[in-house]
Every structure is written in structure tokens, then in C-alpha cells.
């Protein structure tokens, strides 16, 4: 089990609840994978440096988990499908 | 007699060079400030490691876009003074807050937004 970062760019077309349900359906993989989730960052609406498919603007959360490292692949295969999440970051922040 | 030997390059001789080096040329080269020991730079302190514990992350936004150009580039360590290593984490985190648009990569994306 590892330490992970995951920094989640959502996009601005998403309202209040779709954004809840996107990082809900985000913890949920991490749970499905047995992973832990420790904090959830929500920046909320933020203006983007570029555009990102024609959008200024953005959610960014940022969520703390630890996740066994098999299960990275799998979140990161997920990101790239669902068409919610703008950029994702998978970052580990253990030493 | 100042002799213009093109062969006297002691351009990369890194430091201080000899008074010797400086009368071989008549015109100042972009060097010259290295030669000249009046305006002999002052010591430059990484703005990390002095005394900031200043933790550098991609989500410190305000933090790193001071050590971009206006351009929106990476400033190079000569400029900004930081050591090797703090340099290092400051282009990683800079990158990273790129790929997430938390910063810009190029000057067109400052004038547009």
C-alpha cells in the first residue's frame, strides 16, 4: 500500500452535483481497489492558464489516498475514459 | 601595446580571469562583468535554503509563477540564484502545475486568458 496524490482537473461544464457524483464515482474506484481515501481537496472553480478543450475554466480536487500500486493503472485507465476529467496527476507522496 | 591575438580566448576559464587576459581585447566582451572586478557580483543566496522551509509544490501557485518570465518561461538558475537541487524541484513543480493548467506554458496563453 502506497501513499498516492491524485490532483483531478473536472470540467466546468459539470454542475454542483455532477461534480460531487464525478469525485463520489472517483472514491468509489478507490475503494473498489481497496484503497483507503484520506482527504478530499475541493478548489472548487478555478480559472484555467489555457484553455482545455475550448473551457476556461475548471474544478480542481485534489484527493489523499492510499491505494496498493496495481491500482494506479487502473484509476489512470479510468480518468482517460471518462470524459468529466479534463487533466489528472497521479502522484505518490510517500518518501 | 595592447596585442589582438585572436588565439588569447580565455573566455571559459570559469572564475576570475588574470588582469592579463582582460588587455588582450580592446572592445568589452558579454564576459566582461566577470572580468571587471568593479562590479564584481554579490554573493547569491538560493531563496530555498535560506532560512525558508518554504516547501516547494505544484499547488503553490502564487509561489512559483514569480519564477517565471513574462513569457511565461522557467527562469534559469543564474538569474534566480537557487542551488542545484532546489532548482530541480522548482521545473518539476512548475511542469506539473502546467500539465494541470495551473500555470501557463507560453506567452500567448498569459494574453489570451
Known amino acids: ?95 | 601595446m595592447v596585442e589582438q591575438n585572436p588565439n588569447a580566448d580565455s573566455g571559459n576559464t570559469g572564475g576570475n580571469a588574470s588582469p592579463a587576459a582582460e588587455t588582450s581585447r580592446s572592445q568589452p566582451r558579454a564576459t566582461a562583468g566577470r572580468r571587471d572586478r568593479r562590479f564584481a557580483r554579490r554573493a547569491k543566496v538560493c531563496p530555498f535554503c535560506e532560512d525558508k522551509a518554504r516547501i516547494i509544490s505544484y499547488k503553490q501557485v502564487d509561489l512559483l509563477e514569480r519564477f517565471l518570465t513574462d513569457r511565461g518561461s522557467i527562469r534559469s538558475r543564474r538569474k534566480i540564484g537557487t542551488c542545484a537541487k532546489h532548482q530541480r524541484r522548482l521545473a518539476t513543480a512548475i511542469k506539473r502545475a502546467r500539465h494541470l493548467a495551473l500555470l501557463p506554458y507560453t506567452a500567448e496563453h498569459i494574453r489570451t486568458t
Open chain 1, 1 to 95: 500500500m502506497n501513499q498516492y496524490e491524485l490532483a483531478l482537473v473536472f470540467s466546468s461544464e459539470l454542475d454542483e452535483e455532477g461534480l460531487v457524483e464525478s469525485v463520489n464515482k472517483v472514491t468509489q474506484w478507490i475503494n473498489d481497489h481497496s484503497g483507503t481515501v484520506q482527504n478530499v481537496d475541493n478548489w472548487g472553480r478555478r480559472k484555467l492558464a489555457y484553455p482545455i478543450r475550448k473551457l476556461r475554466e475548471g474544478y480542481y480536487v485534489f484527493i489523499q489516498a492510499e491505494m496498493p500500486p496495481t491500482a494506479v493503472k487502473v484509476m489512470e485507465e479510468n480518468f482517460n475514459i471518462t470524459e468529466d476529467v479534463l487533466r489528472y496527476l497521479v502522484l505518490r507522496t510517500d518518501e
